[in-house]
């Protein structure tokens, strides 16, 4: 992704990794593409954020962006930027989807799935 835009990408990594079942690690990856293509192609994000927190009983995915952002509460998982992909994602590996966002004031995609999902 990089190599196709002008986006400042930073990734960090927090705590100890651990390995996830195969198929969250799967979903976890497609759901971080999602959001970074949507930062990029929709949001015209300037910069990104991504992170992937190891905890004790938990794994966080989050990617902020400083792009447009848009109306969470205008915008139904139908209509599009990938939105149901990603909560189907998340719904499939018993995780949690949170999407913050407000015109003008970027985007945060958090997915938050158990140590243990087992599916």
């Not at 002008?6 to 705590?15: A, K, P, R, V």
């Not at 929709?42 to 962006?65: F, G, M, P």
């Not at 990938?82 to 945060?108: F, N, V």
């Amino acid at each position: 992704m990089r190599s196709s835009t002008d986006t400042q990408l930073t990734c960090e990594i927090i705590g100890t990794a651990y390995d996830l079942p195969p198929h969250v690690e799967n979903h976890l990856l497609r759901i971080g593409q999602e959001a970074l293509t949507n930062a990029v192609k929709y949001a015209y994000a300037s910069e990104i954020h991504t992170e992937l927190v190891y905890e004790e009983t938990q794994c966080i995915l989050r990617v902020k962006d400083d792009g447009r952002g848009f109306d969470v509460g205008q915008v139904s998982l139908e209509q599009g930027f990938g939105l149901l992909g990603m909560s189907e994602r998340a719904e499939q590996i018993r995780g949690e989807l949170l999407i913050q966002s407000q015109p003008g004031q970027g985007t945060e995609v958090v997915v938050i799935v158990n140590r243990e999902s087992r599916l």
